[in-house]
C-alpha cells in the first residue's frame, strides 16, 4: 500500500476534511501541485480551483477560492479562504463569486488590473471545471 499522509482542509466557517491521503492535488499560485508522503517542506498561496485528495475512501473534489497551503513529510494542510465540496458549488455561487471578483477588478488600480483580471479568468474556470 502507498505511504499516506495527514491531510487537513480547513475554512474560516468549517473544517471540510481531516484525511489519511495518498496524494493531494492542489491549485497552487504556480500551478498545479501534488503532495505525497515524505514531500519536501513547502509552503504555497492558493488559486481558485479544484483541490483533489485520494485516499482509502476514494477521491473527494473541493472547490477553493484561495489561501494557504503548508506542505511537510508527514502532511499538508490547508487554510482555505473559502472551501466547499464540489457537490455543494452552485452556478448562483460561482456568479457571485465572479461578480466579486469583476467588481473588484474595475476598482483595480492600474499597476494591479492584470492580477485582478487574472483572478476573474481563474474564477471563471473554475466554474467550467465544477461542471456547474
Not at 455561487?93 to 474595475?106: G, H, N, P, T, V
Request: charged fraction near 25%; proline fraction near 5%; charge should be negative.
Amino acid at each position: 500500500m502507498a505511504k499516506t499522509l495527514q491531510f487537513d482542509l480547513v475554512s474560516p466557517e468549517r473544517r471540510l476534511t481531516s484525511v489519511q491521503a495518498t496524494e493531494v492535488q492542489i491549485p497552487a499560485a504556480e500551478g498545479y501541485m501534488t503532495a505525497m508522503a515524505d514531500h519536501s517542506p513547502t509552503i504555497t498561496t492558493l488559486r481558485p480551483g479544484i483541490l483533489r485528495v485520494r485516499s482509502a475512501e476514494g477521491t473527494a473534489e473541493y472547490a477553493v477560492t484561495g489561501g494557504f497551503a503548508e506542505i511537510t513529510p508527514e502532511g499538508t494542510s490547508v487554510l482555505a479562504e473559502r472551501a466547499l465540496p464540489l457537490s455543494e458549488v452552485t452556478a448562483e455561487y460561482m456568479d457571485s463569486l465572479i461578480a466579486e471578483a469583476s467588481a473588484a477588478a474595475e476598482r483595480a488600480a492600474p499597476e494591479a488590473r492584470a492580477d485582478a483580471d487574472l483572478l476573474v479568468q481563474d474564477f471563471r474556470a473554475l466554474r467550467t471545471a465544477a461542471g456547474v
